[in-house]
């Protein structure tokens, strides 16, 4: 331990990090360095800068890192329809590799021999972490205490943290643990480690119940540039501004609330309950502009490559060849998904109501049931006989099983 004089941790202020941070100061008797990323989680971050000071920590950094996160992190997999396990949105994953980058080039402009981060040793977060700094600096040394230290349990941790006089933030009132950026907001532990039980309805931050939402719908025109949305109600916005605008439509509406039960990268199956407001309307948004837009064999292409795009960013795989691979496909897949889907939000629902674009492939003389000239239905005919020819073989030859 002595040949580690600097160290980067990553900082929430929240109990574990805490912890860390005064932990880190004893155990490595080195100096340690606060990095606090702004991804829009709403705290005040000069208060948790000032914990940080007190708690031990020689300096601190705090980062703006919104509109990257937006722009590069979630957009990219909107782009992807990327969705973990059919329900998550994957606010929580999408962060950690953007935390983790900024991490090394802190730790490169200080010359620190270290990385640190408050993630279990049960948990995904400290996979993400980790393939991110070795996936950008081979040579760091990373230090993750859940997995050195002799602590079992939070309640430990609480107990160090009032021996040493740090400020807990786990109450009775708030019998779980949470996690909050731009994106959404994340719930487990605590309460929420029984699948059958509820969660409170005074947990929630970010949206409405939606018995408690508005008796009218609400409607909204979102513009997308070649899968990337850039205006709402024709008003062009920055990522930051379209989503927290977003975020407030969809929240005041009771719309996107998930509860599920998700497989950890490690094995482990983890209760896990999530807001993402405004990401919910985005994703059935782009989905209508791509109904228009993407040939058919192009998007059924992309469908399957989605479920891994999702997995690598779900297991930490961000800064990898396969993702970089993938993303290439995608950003080609997404070159003429352009154009306007109207949107209706309604008691925790969204719905598309309209949909239009300037390359778009659909069209009405051939889709409608109405009298037309452009398409031959004995065409059919043929088309019919020739795909059935192999199943018809089949039969004829008695190769089918009983």
Known sequence: MGDI???????SGGLDTSVILRWLV????????????????????????????????????????K??????????????????????????????????KKQIEIAK?????????????KGNDQVRFELTYYALNPSIRVIAPWREWNFKSRRDLVAYAKNHGIPVPVTKEKPYSCDRNLFHTSYEGGILEDPWAEPPENMFE???????????????DIDFEKGVPVRADGEELSPVELLHK???????????????VE?????????????????????AAHRAVESLTMDREVMHLRDMLTPKFSELIYYGFWYSPEME???????????????????????????VVGRRSPFSLYQKDLATFEEEKVYNQTDATGFIRINALRLSVKKLLGKDKK
């Open 325 to 351: 691979m993938l993303r290439a496909a995608i950003n080609e897949s997404q070159k003429n998904v352009s154009g306007t889907a109207r949107m209706k939000i309604y008691k925790g629902a969204v719905s």
């Open 67 to 100: 509109d990257e996160f937006v722009r590069d992190f979630v957009f990219t997999a909107l782009r992807a329809n990327a969705v973990y396990e059919g329900m998550y949105l994957m606010g929580t994953s999408l962060a950690r590799p953007l935390i983790a």
């Open 263 to 283: 497989n950890r990268f490690v094995g482990i199956k983890s209760r896990g309950v999530y807001e993402t407001p405004g990401g919910t309307i985005l994703h």
């Open 26 to 65: 004893e155990q490595y008797k080195a100096e340690v360095i606060a990095f606090v990323a702004d991804l829009g989680q709403g705290e005040d971050l000069g208060e948790i800068k000032e914990k940080a000071i007190k708690t031990g920590a020689s300096k601190v950094y705090v980062e703006d890192l």
């Open 109 to 121: 402009k200080e010359n620190a021999d270290a990385v640190s981060h408050g993630a279990t040793g």
């Open 206 to 220: 970010m949206t409405v119940s939606p018995e408690k939402a508005p008796d009218r719908p609400t409607y909204i």
């Open 5 to 11: 004089k600097k160290i980067i941790l990553a900082y």
């Open 246 to 260: 977003l975020n407030k439509i969809a929240g005041k509406n009771g719309v996107g609330r998930v509860d599920m």
